[in-house]
C-alpha cells in the first residue's frame, strides 16, 4: 500500500495543477485513476454531453485479492445540482464487471455518482457507489464505492 501512495500522491498532484486556457471538460477522452472498491486505472469516453461509456482495470480487495474490469453505459444529469463555479452532474447507469479470482465472477453494475468538472480545467473528480448483481457462479448482491480523479485529452 506503501508503495501505491508513493505513486497516487505525485499524479493526484499533476492532474490538479496542470490547467489549460480552453473550456474545462473540452475533450471526450479521460484516464485517471480510482481508489477504494476497486482500485487501479479509470477511462472515460464523452459520448455527447449527457452520455458516456467508463471503464476501469483495477484490483479488488473484497473478500479476496482480485484483478477487476468493469465498463457502464451512464447518463448524466446537469439540472440537480448548481454550482458556482464548474459543472457537477449526478450520473447513473448500467453495466458489467468480471471479477477474476479462484471464484471468478460475472455480474451487472448500477453505478450511481457525482462528476466535479473543474472550470478552466480538463479534470474531473468523481465518487461512485455501485450494486452489484453477481450472476455466474452464483447470484450474490454486494456494493462497490470509490472516488477518483481524471485527465482529459482533446
Same mark, same amino acid.
Given at each position: 500500500?506503501?508503495?501505491?501512495?508513493?505513486?497516487?500522491?505525485?499524479?493526484?498532484?499533476?492532474?490538479?495543477?496542470?490547467?489549460?486556457?480552453? @473550456?474545462?471538460?473540452? +475533450?471526450?477522452?479521460?484516464?485517471?485513476?480510482?481508489? &477504494?472498491?476497486?482500485?487501479? #486505472? *479509470?477511462? %472515460?469516453?464523452?459520448?455527447?454531453?449527457?452520455?458516456?461509456?467508463?471503464?476501469?482495470?483495477?484490483?479488488?480487495?473484497?473478500?479476496?485479492?482480485?484483478?477487476?474490469?468493469?465498463?457502464?453505459?451512464?447518463?448524466?444529469?446537469?439540472?440537480?445540482? @448548481?454550482?458556482?463555479? +464548474?459543472?457537477?452532474?449526478?450520473?447513473?447507469?448500467? &453495466?458489467?464487471?468480471?471479477? #477474476? *479470482?479462484? %471464484?471468478?465472477?460475472?455480474?451487472?453494475?448500477?453505478?450511481?455518482?457525482?462528476?466535479?468538472?473543474?472550470?478552466?480545467?480538463?479534470?474531473?473528480?468523481?465518487?461512485?457507489?455501485?450494486?452489484?448483481?453477481?450472476?455466474?457462479?452464483?447470484?450474490?448482491?454486494?456494493?462497490? +464505492?470509490?472516488?477518483?480523479?481524471?485527465?482529459?485529452?482533446?
Amino acid at each position: 500500500m506503501k508503495h501505491f501512495s508513493r505513486i497516487l500522491l505525485p499524479v493526484i498532484f499533476l492532474i490538479f495543477f496542470w490547467t489549460e486556457a480552453a @473550456n474545462a471538460q473540452s +475533450g471526450k477522452f479521460g484516464v485517471g485513476i480510482i481508489a &477504494g472498491e476497486p482500485t487501479g #486505472l *479509470s477511462l %472515460k469516453y464523452k459520448l455527447s454531453q449527457n452520455n458516456a461509456i467508463d471503464a476501469a482495470a483495477a484490483w479488488s480487495f473484497l473478500k479476496e485479492a482480485a484483478f477487476h474490469v468493469h465498463a457502464d453505459y451512464l447518463f448524466h444529469d446537469y439540472s440537480l445540482i @448548481n454550482v458556482t463555479k +464548474g459543472r457537477l452532474p449526478f450520473y447513473y447507469g448500467i &453495466g458489467a464487471r468480471l471479477k #477474476l *479470482s479462484e %471464484k471468478s465472477r460475472v455480474g451487472v453494475r448500477i453505478p450511481l455518482g457525482l462528476a466535479y468538472e473543474f472550470a478552466n480545467s480538463p479534470v474531473d473528480i468523481f465518487l461512485e457507489v455501485v450494486p452489484l448483481l453477481d450472476l455466474a457462479p452464483s447470484t450474490e448482491l454486494n456494493l462497490n +464505492g470509490a472516488v477518483g480523479v481524471r485527465f482529459y485529452f482533446e
